[in-house]
């Protein structure tokens, strides 16, 4: 009986699970409650679109975003077994997943295993296309081995993948991976791995730079690709520590991003020196800077850039060796009785850190900081022998803490820190959670001083901490750090640091009490009920400026503004330039192209930008005229019905952008749609 028990449950639990699956044909198309290790069952060979993703819904009409996106989020090992297609979002967001066996995968759809942030090491044998924004996100993701079959993958694929270190590809593909770059078999560098700091390949090896090939990689610091001649769009946007760019026969740069450069802040050396027919470095430039020089290959080209570049050095020829010097930082009692007091750490141009004894490139700029732990301050400064100057220093957000800078350097640096023990008292920490949203200061109750935070007070000193809302803003709760015990999934308690609510200053904007040793107050802010959160921005502020206003008001950007209110932004393009889009949430608005933007009812939190473009003068187009139908026409400001017209074709006016006003004669019989 027993036996034929177990054998009746086992079939249920069977019975269960094939149930929550979905198949159909060889597809499967769900898997709820999908947990832990899952094997895909033999007989699916496809892995449909959103299967253990569901997206955010959003309302047809206003497009706005009604519900939250849900990922699976249990499942933490894959088998794929026969499976060879992976649709479109099928994995996105399954965030514990931390390996996939994948033997027959041949297909990988767009953002399939996006942010899936615990995958460590990816094996594809069969693979043949990876998808845009395949594994976007995967931040733990270290390895990946593909498969000679492959034949499409794109520079976004493995966007923000940051800690990825090894490329593999087969031999015998056209496919090849060259020191840890994904190269195309048009010999395009498609894609270089997040933890790559340099590039450098022969003009036999690699000819372009694709699309967001080096998107977001903050470590690469130098590229020497003599072969490349064009650069694809949003290339180099975020790689903060990029300093040389040797490209010498580089052409052009793709005009269809308004990003490429952004966030690029280290460039030293940019070499386009064999490049007599260069054209541009596309829609945007990088940042005018005196520490950097572009090696050009004539008087023609150096000609068109000093019309762009009025602080970079451009010089005519091949780039000479760039001085450097070495740069040495320390503490010197780091440890006292064997114990660590403080810490310190140096970076440079983009916020680039670099250790100790490292050489820096005449001109750039260095900044050194230095965290004293708890019972210790800094002493002194010492640099090459000498007291540091008062106005090489300044404080850090840390307890204490200093960080000394020079904007170039133009010597060898040595740095020495010494620090001391300070004196008793209480420490005090306070902040606003949301600092957009508030600010908070504290006052000595007896003498009205202000108190910085990590500051030190006199024991049991009693304090005053008052939140100051932004427009639009309210208090909503002051917390103070304790701790809580806390009861894990096995049933283990232990004690952990937590921000608790302070009873009774639910809305309140004053909160009193005495020091003591490592008080730590938070004051969290909420939008006011009904309320939207407003900004805007020029993308280059060198073609134009952007301005806003609320019903006549002018508002600045991360402006607090009323639900359904009328939001007009207005442009203000430089001389010689003109509104050439208008983006909504990063989204370019159809048709707008005028000076003047406007949302009548807002309902969201918006981003406006504003792109322009140089004038041009287009020859004037003449209006399409056949049998009495006006069949198009582009005209502009205040316009009449041409003489003759008697019907007015579908779309016959959709070009014409720059259209103030229209008058029909009395001669026109009908007028088509979308005129």
């Given at each position: ?215 977001n990689n903050t470590n690469i610091a130098k590229i020497n690709l003599p072969g490349v001649k064009t650069i694809g769009k949003a ?50 430039e990088f940042a005018d800077k005196t520490s950097t020089t572009i090696y050009v290959a004539n008087e023609n080209v150096k000609e ?259 639900h359904g209110a009328t939001v007009v932004f207005t442009a203000h393009p430089k001389e010689g330039y003109v509104v050439d889009s ?94």
């Amino acid at each position: 009986m027993r036996k034929i028990y177990l054998l009746m449950f086992a079939l249920m639990l069977c019975f269960s699970m094939a149930n929550a699956q979905v198949i159909e044909g060889t597809i499967l198309k769900s898997w709820d409650g999908a947990s832990g290790s899952i094997e895909i069952p033999a007989n699916v060979t496809e892995i449909a679109d959103n299967c253990f993703y569901s997206p955010a819904e959003e309302d047809p009409d206003t497009w706005e975003v009604i519900g939250e996106e849900k990922s699976n989020t249990n499942i933490t090992n894959i088998k794929l077994n026969n499976v060879k297609k992976i649709g479109k979002n099928a994995f996105k967001g399954c965030s514990n997943i931390e390996s996939i066996d994948a033997p027959n995968v041949e297909i990988v759809g767009d953002e399939a295993f996006a942010r899936c942030e615990k995958l460590a090491t990816l094996a594809f044998p069969n693979i043949k296309n990876v998808g845009v924004d395949a594994f976007q996100g995967c931040e733990q993701l270290k390895e990946i081995a593909l498969g000679k079959s492959l034949t499409t993958i794109s520079g976004s694929s493995f966007k923000n993948c940051k800690a990825l270190t090894t490329i593999s590809i087969d031999n015998g593909g056209g496919y090849k991976a060259l020191q840890n770059a994904i190269i195309s078999p048009n010999k395009t560098l498609v894609y270089i791995a997040g933890q790559a700091k340099e590039i450098k390949l022969t003009a036999d090896e690699c000819t372009a730079i694709g699309d967001y090939a080096m998107y977001n990689n903050t470590n690469i610091a130098k590229i020497n690709l003599p072969g490349v001649k064009t650069i694809g769009k949003a290339c180099f946007t975020g790689c903060s520590a990029l300093a040389e760019l040797l490209v010498p026969n580089l052409v052009s740069v793709d005009t269809n991003s308004y990003i490429t450069w952004s966030g690029v802040a280290s460039l030293n050396v940019v070499d386009i020196h064999l490049s007599n027919n260069f054209v541009s470095f596309g829609a945007t430039e990088f940042a005018d800077k005196t520490s950097t020089t572009i090696y050009v290959a004539n008087e023609n080209v150096k000609e068109k850039l000093q019309q762009k570049f009025k602080k970079c050095q451009i010089v005519i020829g091949e780039p000479q060796s760039t001085e450097k010097f070495k740069v040495n930082y320390s503490i010197t009692n780091i440890e006292i009785d064997g114990k660590k007091i403080g810490e310190i750490e140096a970076w440079t141009n983009g916020a680039r850190n670099f250790e100790t004894g490292t050489d820096i490139p005449k001109g750039n700029s260095v900044s050194v900081m230095v965290t004293p732990y708890g019972g210790y301050k800094i002493d002194k400064w010492e640099v090459n022998g000498k007291l540091a100057a008062p106005e090489n220093l300044r404080p850090s957000s840390s307890i204490n803490g200093e960080i000394w800078s020079v904007n170039h350097i133009s010597e060898a640096l040595n740095i020495v820190v010494t620090l001391t023990k300070e004196a008793e008292g209480d420490i005090i920490f306070f902040k606003s959670k949301e600092p957009n949203f508030g600010s908070v200061t504290c006052t000595v109750v007896e003498t009205g001083q202000k108190i910085n935070s990590a500051e030190k007070v006199k024991k049991g000193t009693k304090l005053r901490f008052e939140a100051f809302p932004n427009e639009g803003y309210h208090v909503t709760q002051w917390y103070k750090l304790g701790k809580e015990t806390v009861t894990d999934a096995e049933g283990h308690t232990k004690t952990v640091e937590k921000y608790l609510p302070i009873p009774g200053y639910d809305n309140a904007t004053v909160y009193e009490c005495n020091a003591e040793d490592a008080l730590d107050i938070l004051v969290d802010f909420d939008r006011e009920q009904g309320k939207h959160i407003v900004s805007f921005k020029s993308l280059n502020e060198k073609t134009g400026e952007l301005t806003a206003s609320v019903d006549g008001n002018n508002i600045s950007t991360g402006a607090v503004v009323a639900h359904g209110a009328t939001v007009v932004f207005t442009a203000h393009p430089k001389e010689g330039y003109v509104v050439d889009s208008w983006l909504l949430n990063e989204e370019e608005v159809k048709g707008e192209k005028g000076l003047t933007y406007t949302i009548s009812d807002l309902k969201e939190d918006v981003t406006v930008w504003l792109v322009c473009s140089e004038k041009s003068e287009e020859p004037e187009h003449k209006a399409e005229i056949k049998d009495g139908h006006l069949i198009s026409w582009k005209p502009k400001g205040k316009a009449v019905t041409p003489e003759g017209v008697q019907y007015i074709d579908n779309n016959a006016l959709q070009a014409a952008t720059e259209l103030e006003s229209f008058h029909i004669t009395k001669d026109v019989k009908s007028i088509g749609e979308l005129v």
